[in-house]
Structures are given as structure tokens and as C-alpha cells.
């Protein structure tokens, strides 16, 4: 079975540019997570699809980021314009249906430098 | 609001060993779920053992296993036999029965000398 792909895994830009991440969660997963994962901190989760509606974004910074998942499948993160501390790891996970009964499955993450 | 703390940023671990990671949690639910993820790295996080809170009896997985104090509020792991391949951030989380996310705690780099 293959696990949550994305991309790209490195990622430098700079401050005021945009950027976009992409994930596509194991198949046939409904539920599909973006995590924020800043260096020396535990993921902080931005928003939370169910198929391709969101359930929970209340963390997601909106003036800046926004985030689709069209077809109930792939998803992107946009970020725009970019900060300073958006520099983090960008973690997707995915899992059959919500946690906690069961079990998130993560990508690799996309780590982001802004300079 | 729940928070996670992981009080030990870094811990050391002889090959064959056993080292125990602390994780303490402040919730008012009384229905919630614990995890440990391992993320070595540069690799996938993954989950390593989870808890229910209704369950008295500790969770155990081949070599990992916990020491769940509910009243105490406290979540431990406790790996056996450490091998190199256990060198990772281990964070513990925590999830509500009725919420969305996991709350994750700021890890504890693992690291398991020969």
C-alpha cells in the first residue's frame, strides 16, 4: 500500500513570495490532515478535511494560508504572501476517518525555509 | 484548553537498555485517547502505541509498552531492549473523544549509543 505522498520535500523562497504544497493521502482515506511543524515543537495541526469539506481550520492563519481538496482526494496548502516564521515542516496525513479511533498515517513533510 | 508537556528534551540509551520517556497532560475530559509517535529522521512520523482512557490495563506493543496514571494525569513509555533503530523524536499526543486534533508536546529527542 502506498503511503501519503507530497511535495516538493525542500522548499526555499523568499519573504513575500508564495509558495504551494501539495499531498495526495493514502487511498481511499476520507479524512486528511496539514500540519504545521515548527523546529524544536510538536506538529500543530492548520486544518482538517472530511472528503472535500473541512471539518476543523480554526488554527489556520487565513489572511496567509488557504487550503484546498477538490475531488475529496489531493490536496494543496498555499501560502501567500509568506513570513519569516512560516520556516517549518509541513506535514500531510490522512487516515480512514477521523481520529481518534483511527489511526493518522503521515507523509515525509515539505520543509519550508522563507529567508 | 488540553496541553501536552514532555519535560525531558533529550534522553540517552544504551543498546539492549531501558529508557522510560515522561509525558504529562492536563485535561477536564474525562473520555480520551494517548499516542506516542516515533519520527526518525528525515522519515515519516509513525505511531508507536496508543492508550484509551477508559482502559485500565496499559497498552503494550512487542518492546514498547506504558505506564498510564490517569489520576496523575501522567502517560510514560518505556522501551525495552533499545535498539539503534529507536533513535527518533518521540512525541506524545492527546486527542478528546470529542475533538478534532491531535495536541501534540514539543518531543524528546532519543538518542541509543551502541
Known amino acids: 500500500e502506498a503511503g501519503v505522498a507530497q511535495s516538493p520535500r525542500y522548499k526555499i523562497i523568499e519573504k513575500r513570495q508564495s509558495v504551494a504544497f501539495w499531498c495526495n493521502p493514502i487511498?481511499?482515506?476520507?479524512?486528511l490532515y496539514w500540519y504545521q511543524q515548527i523546529l524544536g515543537q510538536g506538529p500543530k495541526l492548520l486544518i482538517q478535511?472530511?472528503?472535500?469539506?473541512?471539518?476543523?481550520d480554526s488554527q489556520l492563519p487565513k489572511d496567509r494560508f488557504s487550503a484546498e481538496r477538490l475531488k475529496g482526494v489531493d490536496s494543496t496548502l498555499k501560502i501567500q504572501p509568506a513570513k519569516l516564521e512560516d520556516s517549518a515542516v509541513y506535514l500531510c496525513?490522512?487516515?480512514?476517518?477521523?481520529?481518534?479511533?483511527?489511526?493518522?498515517?503521515f507523509g515525509p513533510g515539505t520543509r519550508l525555509t522563507v529567508t | 484548553a488540553q496541553t501536552v508537556t514532555q519535560s525531558q528534551p533529550e534522553m540517552s540509551v544504551q543498546e539492549a537498555e531501558t529508557v522510560t520517556l515522561s509525558c504529562t497532560y492536563d485535561?477536564?475530559?474525562?473520555?480520551?485517547?494517548l499516542f506516542w509517535y516515533k519520527q526518525p529522521p528525515s522519515r515519516q512520523m509513525i505511531l508507536v502505541i496508543r492508550?484509551?482512557?477508559?482502559?485500565?490495563q496499559n497498552a503494550t506493543e512487542n518492546r514498547f509498552s506504558v505506564n498510564f496514571q490517569k489520576a496523575a494525569k501522567s502517560f510514560s513509555l518505556k522501551i525495552s531492549d533499545s535498539q539503534l533503530g529507536d533513535a527518533a523524536m518521540y512525541f506524545c499526543?492527546?486527542?478528546?473523544?470529542?475533538?478534532?486534533?491531535?495536541?501534540f508536546g514539543k518531543g524528546t529527542s532519543l538518542l541509543v549509543t551502541p
Open positions: 496525513a490522512s487516515s480512514p476517518l477521523p481520529v481518534p479511533v483511527y489511526e493518522q498515517y
Open positions: 487511498s481511499g482515506h476520507a479524512t
Open positions: 478535511f472530511q472528503n472535500n469539506g473541512v471539518v476543523d
Open positions: 485535561t477536564s475530559e474525562s473520555d480520551y485517547y
Open positions: 492508550q484509551e482512557a477508559y482502559k485500565q
Open positions: 499526543a492527546y486527542i478528546g473523544n470529542s475533538g478534532y486534533a491531535l495536541n
